[in-house]
């Protein structure tokens, strides 16, 4: 049985930014392949920075924390400080995760990098060092 951190459980009960940003500048759709949850993720940026950030999770306790957390990490991010983010970081943040829920923490920071990457090859003027 897992032991999650006190972290874990308020942000799997109250979880932060959930919802849905309809005119989101990015967005990513992720599946975990190792359990199937599933993870949304919107973006609004501007001036090379994050302004909010929207998920919606389909999954477990972890998936969920992981999302709410990760959310909260990357707003007011730069885009090139967003996509530094590690599942490492977002577990760390968490106050750490059992090993056999670390794909969870990376669901999350996949899922934003792919929405952040997505932006980019869209708006090259918007990429880090441009």
Same mark, same amino acid.
């Given at each position: ?11 799997? @009960? ?36 994050? @302004? ?47 090993? @056999? ?25 918007? @990429?880090?060092?441009?």
């Amino acid at each position: 049985m897992a032991v999650y951190s006190d972290i874990v459980i308020e942000h799997f @009960q109250n979880p932060r930014n959930v919802g849905v940003i309809p005119d989101a500048d990015a967005s990513a759709r992720m599946e975990s392949p190792v359990c199937g949850d599933l993870m949304e993720v919107y973006l609004k940026i501007a001036d090379g920075r994050i @302004q909010d950030a929207k998920f919606r999770t389909f999954g477990c306790g972890a998936a969920i924390a992981s999302s709410s957390m990760a959310t909260e990490m990357i707003k007011g991010m730069a885009l090139a400080e967003a996509l530094a983010l590690t599942d490492e970081r977002v577990a760390d943040a968490l106050g750490g995760l059992p090993e @056999q829920k670390m794909h969870c923490s990376n669901l999350a920071a996949s899922a934003i990098h792919k929405a952040l990457q997505g932006y980019l090859e869209a708006h090259p003027e918007g @990429q880090p060092g441009k």
